[in-house]
């Protein structure tokens, strides 16, 4: 009988040789299920917080950044808005010069006293210079100071939308309408009030990049 078996066992209970079962625990598949279902979770919140973190110090700087420049682009905007309006100036404050180029009698004195009707102020009235006298073809020529060119004939222009624009040296504000050939009327008050309300609209802002 080996050392290993207890006294008064025998039989199917002796042990033999110098080997022993060793006696472990059984497992518990319900606690080792759970350890590994909590490891998954605890890498899961790991890597959460992990991105959020990289979200943090990239993704809202560049956020931030975005909005600064759109506030930026906003503010450089919003000033050239009004500009074109707010240089034009109304029909009274522009002096008109007509004159008549044409063989019709009497047309520069008419067309006067319709550009007074619709609010323009009247200058000087009669036959146009000898270098413009029956040498205009066109509707007519719109003719000032270099600075009369943007700014008070866009406006006079809508009266007779097919005059050329030029310049000369003059010194004054005033501006000559001279009437040429090809002249039949004014624009008609409905559609030059139409165009002097599209001049005075506020000039749409410049698309900003940023």
Known sequence: ??????????????????????????????????????????????????????DVFTGGAKETSAAGRVKRCDKAAAPSAPARAAALPKPRAI??????????????KETADELKKRGFTVGKVGNAPPEYDKKVKGAGILLGAPKAVSGVMPVLGTQLKDATRKADA??????????????????TKKDADKALAVLARPAPAPSAKC
Do not use: H
């Open 170 to 187: 003059r010194k004054g504000a005033d501006v000559d309408l001279i009437l040429g050939n090809g002249f039949k009327a004014l624009t």
């Open 1 to 54: 009988m080996s050392m290993l078996t207890p006294p008064g066992m025998g039989g199917k209970y002796r042990i033999t040789g110098d080997k022993f079962p060793r006696m472990r625990r059984p497992r518990n598949r319900r606690r080792t299920i759970l350890v590994v279902v909590s490891s998954l979770v605890a890498l899961g919140l790991a890597g959460w917080g992990t991105m959020q973190l990289i």
């Open 95 to 108: 002096k008109v010069n007509v004159y008549n180029a044409t063989k019709r009698s009497g047309l520069a």
